[in-house]
């Protein structure tokens, strides 16, 4: 059981290249997330997918586009990047407990643009 | 609009000694909290919930709605507890949860 697992873990990108980040859960969770970690910003939530075919956005989702292939995969597409996306991304899946959904995150992609 | 904020980006203490971290929420809603740990190189991870009023790691947290404080706190810090703390309030909408984090606590436990 792997959990939230996310491709690749590290990346450079030039300015204007386009990229997908990866994200699979093997957890059966209907709700999966993206977010972004930026040094005195805490995580900010990009887009969320509350159950396979369906995406919204989130606080920041400028700049970026989300697919729910299926249940288990959620990916996040950069068509243009923009150093201003130099971030670290997390993918999550929630899980219902206790009337309360949990949320568990991979492990994160570094993203560099130059 | 929801808002999560922890004051402190770092907090240094002693090993041995009493462990507050900071949180202070802004919702009109009744609120659901969090508290998530990143260890050094880890990815991040529940340490506790309000709702189940639970104990971790000898970790406690409670929500105060009179001065809209969820403060995580323990009485002897350890040194594994060093790490990145993130407070977060959840909004439950009809199509998954909302998660609203604070801008993050690093403590720091020294020897």
């Known amino acids: ?114 | 609009a929801q808002r999560v904020t922890q004051p402190e980006k770092l907090l240094s203490v002693f090993k041995g000694a009493p462990v507050e971290l900071k949180c202070n929420y802004s919702y009109s809603g009744s609120p659901e909290l969090f508290w998530y740990v990143q260890y050094s190189r880890q990815r991040l991870q529940l340490l506790l919930r309000h709702i189940s009023r639970e104990s971790i790691k000898g970790f406690t947290a409670d929500l105060n709605k009179g001065e809209t404080s969820f403060h995580l706190k323990k009485p002897f810090a350890q040194e594994e507890d060093s790490a990145m703390y993130y407070c977060a309030l959840s909004i439950l909408t009809g199509g998954g949860n909302k998660l609203t984090f604070g801008t993050g606590t690093q403590l720091k436990v020294e020897l």
Request: charged share 15%; glycine share 8%; hydrophobic share 30%.
């Open chain 1, 1 to 114: 059981n792997a959990g939230v697992t996310q491709t690749p873990k590290f990346q450079v990108l030039k300015t204007g290249q386009s990229m997908t980040l990866q994200c699979a859960q093997d957890m059966n969770h209907n709700s999966m997330y993206w977010y972004r970690q930026d040094p005195g910003m805490g995580l900010r939530l990009i887009y969320y997918s509350a159950s396979e075919g369906t995406t919204d956005k989130g606080e920041v989702p400028n700049g970026y586009n989300v697919s729910r292939l299926n249940k288990r995969e959620f990916s996040l597409r950069l068509e243009s990047a923009a150093p201003s996306q130099t971030s670290v991304y997390f993918c999550a899946s929630g899980m219902i407990a206790f009337d309360q959904e949990t949320q568990y995150f991979g492990p994160g992609t570094r993203l560099l643009v130059l």
